[in-house]
């Protein structure tokens, strides 16, 4: 997968449908982050940490429900 400045919104849409997952956003203003990542055959939660990591938020996961939330710091 391919993302080449995409909202995290449609990100995420894409990997729910792809995945049989789904992403909850803890701040509506998160979906609005802009995603540029290049990802192979990497397993969601990889994925999932690296776009965490790359715009500074926090994950956690519960079953196949992922929750992003800005971070404290």
Request: no cysteine; proline share 1%.
């Amino acid at each position: 997968f391919f993302f080449d400045g995409v909202r995290l919104e449609y990100v995420a849409e894409f990997l729910e449908s792809f995945y049989a997952i789904e992403i909850v956003f803890e701040n509506d203003s998160i979906k609005e982050l802009p995603i540029t990542s290049d990802f192979k055959n990497d397993d969601i939660d990889d994925i999932m940490e690296v776009i965490a990591f790359s715009q500074n938020l926090t994950l956690k996961k519960d079953n196949y429900i992922y929750y992003l939330d800005e971070s404290d710091n």
